[in-house]
């Protein structure tokens, strides 16, 4: 069996307003990053509820990002302080379910930041893969998944 | 029992800007076999006549309840295949697109990669598909009438460009009169034009314009409601002197045996208890102030009717409350002037020759109380005038930021005193920090003055100096220097006016860090507040000029005239948050949590409740509440949930 190199499963929620717009610069600019990074739009980064980051997680995401629009920028208004908040209040916890805190990244990338998404997404790409596989599910098994 | 789905998947080659890194056929293949899927098809372009002909065809030829689409960014045409939806006879929410495009196939190198990445989006959106429900677009009746708070000229400009036969505003101002802070001024710059001439002709339309129901000398005291629908309440103060009966021919002025300091001219003069705001005053009647009328302390005065000629004065005038409907609210509720006390070595105090920049404009004002004569408090004529700039401004002890306009109103009155020769030989200096004079004009005023002798002393912080008052001359002690003065004009601050707190507390607005009203977006929506249908303009969002200020009131009026047309139902968001009331506990976390103020609460079920015209859809609240009772249309959790299941 041939040892093949680990490509991480990442999942980006991205708002809809700022990072699913400066991931689509990114493609207007044919500005390449892993395919492994997978996008997941929602309206507001304060959408972005911990559970479903633990949930990523817990079926099989090696790391989650989570992008906002820039601090003032917030088309609603401060829906990225909530996101924040909610960062800084999870990112300690994962601790003690085993998770590396570096798995979990925030960060804020504007409709014209083309070139900031490409480079987060290959930053956070090479740190998971470092860290290496998470298999967070096979730890947790399937019976605390919320159903749906 | 719910129907099977059935889902159609549509795949774009985008020409080969898709096909040339994506395998859609094989991507095709695999999907065609996935569970209740009726059709899965590639085509160029989804987007031309042709594509979209073929999606309504398919959708009507295989009953479809679902589709994904495979091609660009939402941004591009998400717009595009909703309408192809509609076309097709399907709800136009029951869609997903899949960006294979920007956030695919334009950024993958490996095609193998890029394929399996479109095909993880595409299962991701199939299982997120069966969640979408259909959602109709809703419209409200909406009231088109508009309330504007502050008759200054933001406010009036407001009024005047929404004052039509179809449309109502009522203007509330709490002071007598009409035109704000800039009646108080003699002339503006940069051209030294008469602010009169300027102003008086606009707040004169605005008193004849039938559809302005203009209530001076009035307060708001409560306004309830949202977007479309507000109910405001306001208090007419008991003016004591009947409108339609007044010509205000002055009088009942001289007989009134009270003397006040004026509060119009920063209490540099003094006014009578009956009184105009300031000669030339619109409207032009004069209101008895009861705080200070011997009658409403008990003494039996009648001089001011005694000598009224057309029986316009009542005694028996009382407050009157109305209650108006509106669509929309204004608060162009402007600014005061920094307290140059605060500054402890300044040593400010009514009765020295210091004086605010606003009080010196009132001293060189013809309505001021001096009829414009440049005169010191003993009658002589100053040799010398030190005018000191950014008095309690860009200084965080005191207020952090630049009011924008100070430098070039002292600019200002040093090119009115020396063009029109008030004081023969008069020496000015500026003590300022930076000369921040923006608007055309400016530069060449400053030029001008330096030829002319004016002098500019440049310090760290004009805040820093001291001022000393004694026998009617000021001692100006600066980092390097001492200077004498007969007289000191302090550019001091402009700031929030508090007396609109009470307000911007009930529209439910926000406030920045210096206290001003916070705007939506101070570059791209200056205007607009997080609290739908309610506007700011003027100072009221920070400090401005007179320019912009009736910039602000034109644009309002625009946005409002756009937004609530007469007569038209109010279309709303459809994606909003809804709560499920059996599972909300009632807790209010939603409640501080949203930035739009779109939740209430129910006290007789003890449950939040979100009001549908208000919701903006960002769903920070459902992430936020402890009880999974809120849901965002479209983000659901259990959407969500299915998106990512689908992706990992």
């Not at chain 2, 095609?111 to 969640?131: C, D, G, I, P």
């Not at chain 2, 003494?299 to 108006?324: G, L």
């Not at chain 2, 030190?386 to 100070?406: E, L, P, T």
């Not at chain 2, 936020?624 to 949930?641: M, V, Y």
């Amino acid at each position: 069996m041939t040892e093949t190199k680990f490509e991480p499963n990442i999942v980006a929620f991205v708002c809809n307003w700022c990072s699913y717009g400066g991931a689509d610069i990114a493609g207007s600019m044919r500005l390449k990053y892993p395919a492994n990074v997978k996008l997941l739009r929602v309206m507001c980064s304060g959408r972005v509820d911990p559970e479903f980051i633990m949930e990523a997680f817990r079926r099989g995401a090696d790391g989650v990002m989570v992008l906002g629009c820039h601090p003032k920028d917030c088309h609603y208004i401060e829906g990225n302080y909530k996101a924040l908040k909610r960062f800084n209040m999870l990112r300690p916890l994962l601790d003690q379910f085993n998770i590396e805190q570096d798995r979990l990244y925030l960060d804020w990338v504007s409709a014209s930041e083309g070139e900031k998404f490409a480079r987060v997404a290959k930053e956070v790409n090479e740190r998971i893969t470092q860290l290496g596989p998470l298999n967070w599910k096979e730890v947790i098994g399937q019976h605390q998944s919320r159903e749906v | 029992m719910k129907e099977k789905e059935r889902l159609g998947f549509f795949l774009c080659e985008c020409s080969k800007n898709i096909s040339g890194t994506v395998d859609v056929h094989k991507i095709k293949d695999e999907l065609q076999e996935l569970p209740d899927v009726v059709t899965a098809q590639v085509t160029n372009l989804y987007c031309s006549a042709d594509g979209k002909a073929e999606i309504i065809e398919s959708i009507k030829k295989n009953n479809l309840t679902k589709v994904v689409i495979g091609g660009c960014s939402v941004k591009q045409h998400e717009h595009t295949f909703m309408k192809v939806l509609e076309e097709a006879g399907l709800n136009p929410y029951l869609m997903q697109l899949v960006n294979i495009r920007e956030h695919v196939a334009w950024v993958t190198e490996d095609k193998e990669k890029a394929t399996a990445k479109a095909m993880a989006l595409l299962k991701a959106a199939y299982n997120r598909v069966q969640f979408h429900g259909a959602f109709e677009k809703k419209e409200i009746d909406a009231n088109a009438d508009v309330l504007v708070v502050g008759g200054g000229l933001s406010g009036c400009e407001a009024a005047l460009n929404l004052a039509a036969d179809d449309r109502k505003v009522y203007l509330v101002e709490t002071q007598p009169s009409l035109g704000g802070q800039a009646t108080k001024y003699e002339s503006s710059f940069p051209d030294l034009d008469c602010c009169s001439c300027m102003i008086l002709p606009k707040l004169q339309e605005v008193v004849e314009n039938p559809n302005i129901e203009l209530l001076n000398y009035s307060d708001v005291e409560e306004v309830v409601g949202f977007f479309g629908n507000f109910v405001a309440t306001i208090n007419k103060k008991a003016k004591y002197v009947i409108p339609d009966k007044c010509i205000g021919c002055n009088e009942c002025l001289d007989p009134c045996p009270v003397e006040v300091p004026n509060e119009y001219d920063d209490f540099l003069g003094k006014r009578k208890a009956i009184h105009f705001q300031v000669t030339g005053a619109t409207p032009y009647i004069p209101v008895i102030d009861k705080e200070n009328c011997l009658r409403f302390k008990g003494e039996d005065c009648t001089k001011c009717r005694d000598a009224c000629m057309f029986e316009a004065i009542d005694y028996d005038d009382e407050d009157e409350k109305m209650e108006v409907s509106v669509g929309s609210v204004v608060l162009a509720t402007g600014f005061e002037t920094f307290d140059p006390s605060l500054i402890p070595d300044f040593k400010f105090s009514n009765g020295t020759e210091v004086y605010t920049a606003l009080q010196f404009e009132r001293l060189i004002s013809n309505t001021g109380p001096t009829s414009g004569k440049l005169v010191k408090r003993d009658g002589s004529q100053p040799k010398s005038l030190v005018m000191v700039h950014c008095v309690g401004s860009r200084d965080k002890r005191y207020k952090n930021y630049c009011s924008n306009i100070c430098c070039s109103v002292l600019l200002k009155m040093s090119s009115q005193i020396l063009e029109e020769k008030m004081a023969e030989g008069i020496q000015i200096t500026h003590v300022y920090r930076d000369m921040t004079i923006g608007s055309t004009g400016m530069e060449e005023m400053y030029e001008n003055l330096e030829e002319e002798g004016v002098k500019f002393i440049k310090v760290p912080n004009p805040n820093d100096i001291a001022l000393n008052s004694q026998n009617g001359q000021v001692q100006i002690t600066l980092p390097e220097k001492t200077l004498n003065a007969d007289m000191v004009v302090l550019a001091a601050a402009m700031v929030p006016n508090k007396k609109a707190d009470k307000l911007i507390e009930m529209l439910m607005l926000s406030k920045d860090e210096e206290g001003f009203v916070k705007p939506t977006h101070r570059k791209i929506d200056a205007v607009s507040t997080p609290v739908e249908g309610v506007y700011v303009v003027g100072s009221a969002s920070y400090p401005k000029d007179i320019t912009h200020s009736i910039i602000d009131g034109s644009a309002a009026s625009g946005k409002i005239a756009f937004e609530l047309k007469p007569g038209k139902k109010l279309e709303i968001e459809t994606l909003i948050s809804t709560i499920d009331e059996d599972k909300c506990s009632g807790c209010k976390t939603c409640i501080s949590i949203c930035p739009y103020k779109a939740i209430g609460y129910d006290t007789e079920k003890g449950v939040s409740v979100i009001n549908e015209i208000l919701c903006r859809g960002c769903g920070s609240c459902v992430a936020a509440c402890p009880s999974n009772a809120i849901t965002a249309r479209l983000f659901e959790d259990n959407t969500i949930l299915a998106e990512l299941g689908g992706l990992l």
